[in-house]
């Protein structure tokens, strides 16, 4: 089991940017994907940014050449760069593990692992 813990949520304003961070503890593994996902109030989880143990990476087409997804394997962390935030963008995010993937993959179902999320505001 994988533990994961999120940090950097804050409150910003439009145009600002923030970057997240994900902790991870336990083995990950060879083949594993990490991602971010965020949820907002009254609405489904979505799939935001992935990347998988290859360094490949997927994007939500709402955050495309805003958001960098990145990871700092020696340290078993994950980032979420975000810049140009709109107040869309407002959400809980989650960073989210599963250890048998060999393509990054933005479906909430295929991640077994889950931190317990960090605010982001975005105010116009």
């Known amino acids: 089991q994988v533990q994961l813990v999120e940090s950097g949520g804050a409150s910003v304003q439009s145009g600002g940017s923030l970057r997240l961070s994900c902790a991870a503890s336990?083995?990950?593994?060879?083949?594993?994907?990490m991602a971010w996902f965020r949820q907002a109030p009254g609405k489904g989880r979505e799939g935001v940014a992935s990347i998988d143990s290859a360094g490949n990476k997927a994007y939500a087409d709402s955050v495309k050449d805003r958001f960098t997804i990145s990871r700092d394997n020696a340290n078993n962390t994950l980032y979420l760069q975000m810049d140009s935030l709109k107040p869309e963008d407002t959400a809980m995010y989650y960073c989210?593990?599963?250890?048998?993937?060999?393509?990054?993959?933005?479906?909430?179902?295929?991640?077994?692992?889950w931190g317990q999320g960090t605010q982001v505001t975005v105010s116009s």
């Open positions: 989210a593990a599963d250890l048998r993937c060999w393509v990054p993959d933005l479906r909430a179902g295929f991640y077994t692992s």
């Open positions: 336990g083995h990950l593994g060879e083949r594993h994907c």
